[in-house]
């Protein structure tokens, strides 16, 4: 797929990268493009394992089995924590830094463990360039256009009287709560997702596939630590397809920016408005 066909496909599967028609080596110098949007960092070096189709399935496989992995480890960590010190219910301090702990910092850095040890150069893989005006200004276009997909979906639910899934909403008058989202979301919660889905799983399905299946198979899997679907009044697949919408939207900036501060900064934005938005409904 050539750049004019939508989402530019610069990942080559091969050790090199294509430059005007010749093969640039792997240890050359990136270009200048290349290096100004990432910081110096160069853009390409994806696993070897992506040539020819049983490379291709290995690294699917790899990526959905450190998906599963992770939500296994969330799930043990939080039944082992709740049946020795005891776990609060959804909505209470306890129970989130939990889940945060067993999802995103133990499951997905795992996974990121597993890219650091296989790649020489994995900030590089990953694609974690400079974090500068230009990365903030793409960050906060990634964050509004989050919130106009949520807007969308607000007056289709409004329009067709659907019924929000539960959990959707905040559960909490504690102001308490709130703040400890905001930085847990912030520092640990938002870099940490992005790292896996945009840096693990895009970045490696897009060196090995194409873009397209980088973008929407990590875009399903971020559906699924984000809600569960069941078909009641039709609200739930809503919420389904939004949240898959914001992993296109994200993993596009991504792809496109080739710098992963650039999702970090536009969901971090866009989850402190959701936050914000949440506390004042209940506490005001």
Do not use: C, K
């Not at 306890?94 to 463990?113: H, M, N, P």
């Not at 899934?165 to 400890?180: I, K, R, S």
Request: no cysteine.
């Amino acid at each position: 797929m050539s750049a004019d066909d939508g989402i530019p496909a610069d990942d080559d599967p091969t050790p090199g990268a294509r430059e005007g028609g010749t093969r640039r080596s792997a240890d050359s110098a990136p270009s200048t493009e290349d290096t100004t949007r990432t910081g110096g960092l160069p853009v390409t070096g994806p696993l070897d394992i992506s040539g020819g189709v049983t490379g291709r399935v290995t690294v699917l496989g790899v990526v959905v089995g450190l998906f599963a992995l992770a939500v296994v480890t969330s799930r043990v960590l939080t039944a082992l924590t709740a049946a020795t010190v005891g776990v609060g219910d959804p909505g209470t301090v306890s129970r989130l830094l939990v889940g945060v702990a067993g999802l995103q910092v133990v499951g997905f850095g795992a996974a990121l463990a597993f890219v650091v040890q296989y790649h020489e150069r994995p900030l590089s893989y990953l694609r974690v360039g400079s974090l500068d005006w230009w990365t903030a200004f793409h960050g906060a276009a990634v964050g509004l256009a989050l919130m106009i997909l949520t807007s969308a979906v607000t007056v289709v639910f409004r329009l067709f009287a659907l019924e929000p899934p539960a959990g959707t909403a905040a559960v909490t008058p504690d102001p308490l709560f709130y703040v400890v989202l905001f930085l847990v979301s912030t520092a640990v919660a938002v870099p940490m997702e992005e790292l896996f889905f945009r840096g693990v799983v895009q970045r490696s399905l897009t060196a090995a596939w194409h873009p397209v299946v980088g973008v929407g198979v990590a875009s399903l899997l971020f559906v699924g630590i984000h809600t569960g679907i069941q078909v009641d009044t039709g609200g739930e697949l809503l919420v389904a397809a939004m949240f898959f919408g914001f992993g296109v939207v994200l993993g596009v900036g991504y792809h496109v920016t080739r710098n992963l501060f650039v999702p970090v900064v536009g969901h971090a934005i866009f989850n402190g408005a959701q936050i914000l938005t949440q506390a004042l409904d209940v506490t005001v």
